[in-house]
């Protein structure tokens, strides 16, 4: 009886990790891919080798320890957005194929991360599309197109994650400069009817961001 019950308590404690662990798995993901990019920002062979010039810009972020992020955000395309989507496409450009809602579904996560990068002017584009790192994952289960937003001490990673397939995901992370604005100052550019964000690592944690009702 006390076997049993000994295995019974570690078959739940197994079964509490695993739940962690799904919960998490989006995050965790995120950091695992942001450092991926910290060692490609590192790395001068590579560098060399996909463009044989140097960036004043990578100064600045090879001290950066791309393994401690000291805040993050989620940000999801919103059910409201969904359904703006579908009235703009009706009323405007008529309906939406199959492809043309998954395409936009595809994107809609990483162009966030590319408008902010193509603000800051072509040298800073070579450099974000240079260190981008992506890999592809078969799809978890109630998969959610999303971006994190990663901050660390002197640097910012999103992580872009899309269905690129009908059983697999493509995660995607690059360096992303937000120019003089800071991060709440551009996660409040963002359009609150079309975009949900919530704060996963930092103060803020497990808080909206902006503010329900503002």
């Given at each position: 009886m006390k076997k049993l019950l000994a295995l019974l308590m570690a078959a739940l404690m197994l079964?509490?990790?695993?739940?962690?662990?799904?919960?998490?798995?989006y995050l965790d993901t995120a950091e695992e891919l942001a450092a991926?990019?910290?060692e490609l920002v590192g790395d001068e062979a590579y560098q060399?080798?996909?463009?044989?010039?140097?960036?004043?810009?990578?100064?600045?972020?090879?001290?950066?320890?791309?393994?401690a992020p000291v805040a993050a955000w989620r940000i999801e395309w919103s059910a409201a957005g969904d359904l703006l989507l579908?009235?703009?496409?009706?009323?405007?450009?008529?309906?939406l194929s199959d492809a043309g809602r998954d395409r936009f579904a595809q994107l809609v996560a990483q162009s966030l991360l590319q408008q902010?990068?193509?603000?800051?002017?072509?040298?800073?584009l070579a450099v974000s599309t240079m260190l981008t790192y992506s890999r592809?994952?078969?799809?978890?289960?109630?998969?959610?197109?999303?971006?994190?937003?990663?901050e660390f001490?002197?640097?910012?990673?999103?992580?872009?994650f899309s269905q690129t397939g009908d059983e697999t995901i493509t995660v995607t992370a690059q360096l992303v400069s937000l120019g003089d604005q800071s991060v709440e100052e551009w996660l409040q550019s963002l359009m609150p009817l079309l975009f949900s964000c919530e704060q996963?690592?930092?103060?803020?944690?497990?808080?909206?961001?902006p503010a329900q009702g503002e």
């Open positions: 079964t509490g990790a695993a739940f962690a662990e799904e919960d998490d798995w991926c990019v910290g060399q080798l996909m463009s044989g010039l140097e960036f004043e810009e990578l100064d600045a972020l090879k001290g950066v320890d791309y393994t579908a009235l703009y496409s009706t009323v405007e450009a008529g309906d902010a990068n193509s603000a800051e002017g072509a040298s800073w592809t994952y078969v799809m978890p289960e109630d998969f959610q197109t999303c971006s994190y937003l990663l001490d002197g640097a910012l990673v999103g992580v872009a996963v690592i930092g103060a803020q944690e497990n808080t909206l961001w």
